[in-house]
């Protein structure tokens, strides 16, 4: 017997497909006391090939690199333009796509990794544009995220526990990097003067790191926090 909707062969005790669930129906078919083609609710795996996914994902990114390299190309005859297009795809991919080339990809490798593509994407642009501003500025923030960043990810893999503490603690690093970011961003570019507004984001990030380690370490504050929001 075989079922009418998706046509997996069906033994003669099925009620119902394990595949689709329709109800096969035959009146020429009498119920017998068999064994089960199939556990009961257990559905056949359908296998994705990771290396087709990945393939079809590369061709993704390399198809739009090379239109703009042919177009750069066939107008200025050399590269001026599409070098940030590739570039940005480059890192990209880099980022996004690479990690899922790996069988058990760990974010605490792939993470640092990241940002040291778009580090050297930010380098290529300040090379090519004869900006100045990489040392100066682009490197101490995409460095200073990715310690951040990187610090949490792998806190979080090897302490799961201490949630509240690690973001608390990213909260109030992030907060204070505010003011020597805009030391830089005064060096860098030039500004007439310090006009303080590394304040504005300073003072919401600490207080919000402050208030989940407060969480973190008085207990019942946070289970009468999580009782009214329900996590």
């Known amino acids: 017997m075989y079922c009418v909707k998706c046509g997996v062969k069906l033994s003669d005790t099925e009620k119902k ?100 593509a778009i580090g050297l994407y930010l380098l290529y642009i300040d090379l090519y544009t004869g900006g100045n501003w990489f040392l100066s500025f682009a490197f101490p923030i995409v460095g200073t995220l990715g310690l951040v960043v990187s610090a949490v990810v792998t806190l979080m893999k090897y302490v799961p526990k201490g949630a509240l503490y690690i973001f608390g603690g990213a909260f109030i690093v992030l907060g204070v990097f505010t003011l020597p970011l805009e030391f830089l961003v005064t060096y860098t570019f030039n500004l007439p003067s310090f006009s303080g507004w590394f304040v504005y984001p300073l003072v919401p990030s600490v207080l919000l790191g402050g208030l989940l380690i407060f969480f973190a370490i008085c207990r019942p504050a946070r289970e009468s926090m999580e009782r009214k929001f329900f996590i």
């Open 17 to 116: 497909c394990p595949l689709c669930g329709t109800v096969p129906y035959h009146p020429e078919v009498k119920q017998s006391a068999a064994e089960r083609l199939y556990p009961r609710n257990r559905k056949p795996v359908l296998r994705v090939s990771t290396f087709g996914v990945m393939l079809v994902i590369t061709i993704l990114f390399l198809s739009p690199a090379i239109i703009t390299f042919l177009c750069d190309m066939k107008i200025n005859g050399t590269v001026t333009w599409s070098g940030y297009v590739i570039g940005a795809l480059l890192a990209g991919y880099f980022a996004i796509a690479m990690p899922f080339w790996f069988r058990k990809p760990s974010p605490v490798i792939f993470v640092p990794c990241a940002f040291v």
